[in-house]
């Protein structure tokens, strides 16, 4: 493979460290959660996970430490995303609930789900290629702000955008026949589109 090729700088520290290395470095970290984990991610040197129970918890993945326990939730914990120092959370308690990862407080708390979350996603601004009336392609972002995407059990998918300090809840979108799946969304020019269990609303 060309060593200039853009796949390669990514792809072969995965392959020397991991896939071909005989004795690769094992870390083992007591969890402070119930026993089974429903949701994990790792953002900018973090492990977030959740479990059953109705806290997010942060450790570091170097020392296994819990640097911080996100309180709050009513109910277990299903959907996790993260972007910077912000953790977006979905329950069972019907609520998505917006973290500040340097402060442990909860800033933002959206309920107008009627029964559990259990996804939910960032959709990040990104440049795309428009085309104006005058058939002239200019770059534009889209969306501009950052949005969060939830589904719910209750057969809705709501859209706010992803609040910043001071803002108030947003309104939401809602459809979908039956209950809302891991949710995967792509964006392309001004199309957006949703898997859900049974049906892909674009």
Known sequence: MPE??????????????????????????????????????????????ASEGPSVHVYSP?????????DGHEGGVWALSATKDVVVSGSTDRTVRIWDLNTGRCTHVFGDHTDMVFCLAIVK????????????????????????VSGSRDRTLHVWLLPRPGDIE????????????PIKVWIHSHLRAVASTYTIFV
């Not at 947003?170 to 799946?181: W, Y």
């Open 4 to 49: 200039n090729n853009p796949l390669f700088k990514s792809r072969h520290p995965t392959r020397t460290k991991w896939i071909n290395n005989t004795n690769p470095k094992r870390y083992c970290h007591p969890l402070h959660i119930r026993a089974v984990v429903t949701c994990l991610i790792f953002s900018h040197e973090r492990i977030i996970l």
């Open 62 to 70: 170097y020392t296994g430490r819990l640097t911080i326990s996100l």
């Open 125 to 148: 601004p990104e440049w795309i290629d428009i085309t104006g009336g005058d058939d002239v392609i200019r770059r534009e972002k889209w969306p501009k702000r950052p949005m969060i």
């Open 170 to 181: 947003q309104g939401h979108l809602g459809s979908g026949e039956d209950g809302v799946g």
